[in-house]
């Protein structure tokens, strides 16, 4: 059974620094391009950040150049380093996977984790 496993989220002050980790179990992930998207009450949900299985990085345009995606193929892990929160960070973080080559849309991911609130106050 494929099992995503977030962890790291939690409560920050505004400009603040998080962690996130999602830990792969399972099957091996290292041929697969994992994501974060993130989802906040009353709204859609939305990329955060993609890495491909050859370390390819996307990023939303919302977190660009305040979040970085990082994988250990070893250790089935990717990551999110979350830097100079906001309080419109705010939301669920959800981990996911594809062997689709499309890694901005959700709906073309296969595997999701259960999701990490993320809070941020201002």
């Known amino acids: 059974q494929v099992q995503l496993v977030e962890s790291g989220g939690g409560l920050v002050q505004a400009g603040g620094s998080l962690r996130l980790s999602c830990a792969a179990s399972?099957?091996?992930?290292?041929?697969?391009?994992m994501a974060w998207f993130r989802q906040a009450p009353g709204k859609e949900r939305e990329f955060v950040a993609a890495?491909?299985?050859?370390?390819?990085?996307y990023y939303g345009d919302s977190v660009k150049g305040r979040f970085t995606i990082s994988r250990d193929n070893a250790k089935n892990t990717v990551y999110l380093q979350m830097n100079s929160l906001k309080s419109e960070d705010t939301a669920v973080y959800y981990c996911?996977?594809?062997?689709?080559?499309?890694?901005?849309?959700?709906?073309?991911?296969?595997?999701w984790g259960q999701g990490i609130q993320v809070t941020v106050s201002s």
């Open positions: 996911a996977a594809t062997n689709s080559p499309i890694v901005t849309m959700y709906l073309k991911y296969d595997y």
């Open positions: 399972g099957r091996t992930f290292s041929s697969a391009a």
């Open positions: 890495i491909s299985w050859s370390v390819r990085t």
